[in-house]
């Protein structure tokens, strides 16, 4: 399966200290995109890395990419509270047959506490 | 509009009923999708709707016939749903440029929970 394992699973963490959530997959991709999602709601975009970038920066969220090893990670420094959520990181690949097709980890839990 | 308006939020049918999810987006995407959900797990892809016709069907059970009436609506179709249908259902859009559907990202509707009983 192409689906991005998210790692880990679940992480619990203070306000203030910052959360780390690896993504690995298996083969070529045209970009990476990480997606956060609340209970039981939609899922809300994040950010876009592209195959030929290394590193991405949107507010708290810093993200990377090694193609090499086929692994991204998406750093979030200074955790509120409101940032409790699941988070999925969802591969595009390039193959003209897969056209569309967004492949989603199995994403990470993470618990912020006040 | 960068929304993506899905409707009913919450249904709740029988095995024997005939049901419709419906997705609406005005954002000029091209692109749409369903995925479904199961709690505590990842979306999963059901259809994708490029340019108004169905170019990607992940092997979903005929119970499910999505429409896309024009570019700015996209239906599922349910009879004769299982138990085991029951999830969220996801739609969501992207803008979906010739040569690749997948090169941007998706925006997502809020979902409606289908309890099948």
């Known amino acids: 399966s192409q689906q991005g394992e998210e790692d880990p699973q679940a992480l619990s963490i203070q306000e203030g200290e910052n959360a780390t959530m690896n993504c690995s997959y298996k083969?070529?991709?045209?970009?990476l995109q990480w997606y956060r999602q609340n209970s039981g709601r939609g899922l809300v975009h994040l950010i876009l890395i592209r195959s030929n970038e290394r590193e991405k920066h949107s507010g708290r969220l810093r993200v990377t990419l090694d193609t090499s090893k086929k692994s991204s990670s998406l750093l979030i420094t200074a955790s509120r509270a409101a940032d409790t959520a699941s988070y999925f990181c969802?591969?595009?690949?390039?193959?003209?047959?897969?056209?569309?097709?967004?492949?989603f980890g199995r994403g990470t839990q993470l618990t912020v506490w006040p | 509009d960068t929304e993506v308006t899905q409707t009913p939020k919450h249904l709740v049918m029988g095995m024997t009923n005939k049901k419709s999810l419906k997705c609406e987006q005005h954002?000029?995407?091209?692109?749409m999708y369903w995925y479904k959900q199961k709690a505590k797990k990842p979306p999963e892809l059901m259809f994708v709707y490029s340019y108004e016709k169905l170019s990607i069907n992940e092997s979903v059970p005929s119970r499910f016939s999505p429409e896309c009436p024009n570019s700015s609506l996209l239906n599922l179709h349910l009879h004769a749903l299982q138990p085991e249908d029951s999830a969220l259902y996801l739609c969501?859009?992207?803008?979906?440029?010739?040569?690749?559907?997948?090169?941007?990202?998706?925006?997502f509707g809020q979902g409606t929970r289908l309890t099948v009983v």
């Open positions: 954002m000029g995407h091209r692109a």
């Open positions: 083969t070529s991709i045209n970009n």
């Open positions: 969501a859009s992207s803008q979906g440029l010739k040569g690749g559907a997948g090169n941007t990202e998706a925006f």
């Open positions: 969802a591969t595009a690949i390039l193959r003209g047959s897969t056209l569309g097709r967004l492949y």
